[in-house]
């Protein structure tokens, strides 16, 4: 059974953190690019984040840019996204996504991107 199983969210007020992560199970991370998504409330998912299979690319939406951080631990079959400096426009279920090889396709993997997982929800208010 494939899985994507994403945990770490939560509530936090603006300018904080979290760090999501996104556990794998029935096949090894290793040769696959992982990407992060993210839903709002009445908006289409969008990507977010993308690494690939051995960490050394990682790419970001502008959106998050210079807050956010993805990385892996390939032993452990997870892998995680550092938010800092929340905002409120960052809520929001995370999703983690899994590509179809090992590189990324800008800030997503390379499709198609399968989603095993049911999110994990962020919400950042005061």
């Known amino acids: 059974q494939l899985q994507l199983v994403e945990s770490g969210g939560g509530l936090v007020q603006p300018g904080g953190s979290l760090r999501l992560s996104c556990a794998a199970s029935?096949?090894?991370?290793?040769?696959?690019?992982i990407g992060w998504f993210r839903q709002a409330p009445g908006k289409e998912r969008e990507g977010v984040s993308c690494?690939?299979?051995?960490?050394?690319?990682?790419n970001y939406a502008d959106s998050v840019k210079g807050r956010f951080t993805i990385s892996r631990d390939n032993a452990k079959n997870t892998v995680y996204l550092q938010m800092n400096s929340l905002k409120p426009e960052d809520t929001a279920v995370y999703y983690c996504?899994?590509?179809?090889?090992?590189?990324?396709?800008?800030?997503?993997?390379?499709?198609?991107?399968?989603?095993w997982g049911n999110g994990t929800l962020v919400t950042v208010s005061s």
């Open positions: 690494i690939s299979s051995s960490g050394g690319i990682t």
């Open positions: 029935g096949f090894t991370l290793n040769y696959y690019a």
């Open positions: 996504g899994r590509g179809e090889r090992y590189y990324c396709s800008g800030y997503t993997p390379q499709a198609p991107v399968h989603y």
